[in-house]
């Protein structure tokens, strides 16, 4: 079992930046397992934002490539995404994921909202 806790999310005007991080509490820890960002913004479907593998690579959409950016601290079992730039499209709640052993645990979200 894996538990994912993610925390960071707010308000925040066009332009500004956010740090969400995605833990991995109450005895889970990270592993050797990819983790990903993924967000769903009102009405629409969730989608995958980015990822980083145990070693640090890491992958992000199109739509946030050169703001975004995805780390990890294995010791910490966390994962963090710096949201720079941040636009209104950016706006959704943001979801962090582990699969292990073909199931995926999720995270309950956090809510980022960009407006002016």
């Known amino acids: 079992q894996v538990q994912l806790v993610e925390s960071g999310g707010g308000s925040v005007q066009p332009g500004g930046s956010l740090r969400l991080s995605c833990v991995a509490g109450f005895g889970s820890s990270l592993g050797a397992d990819t983790v990903y960002w993924y967000r769903q913004p009102p009405g629409k479907e969730r989608e995958l934002v980015a990822s980083v593998t145990n070693s640090g690579t890491q992958n992000y959409a199109d739509s946030v490539k050169g703001r975004f950016t995805i780390s990890r601290d294995n010791a910490q079992n966390t994962v963090i995404l710096q949201m720079n730039s941040l636009k209104p499209e950016d706006t959704a709640h943001y979801y962090c994921?582990?699969?292990?052993?073909?199931?995926?645990?999720w995270g309950k979200g956090t809510l980022v909202t960009v407006s002016a």
């Open positions: 994921k582990l699969r292990r052993f073909g199931f995926d645990f």
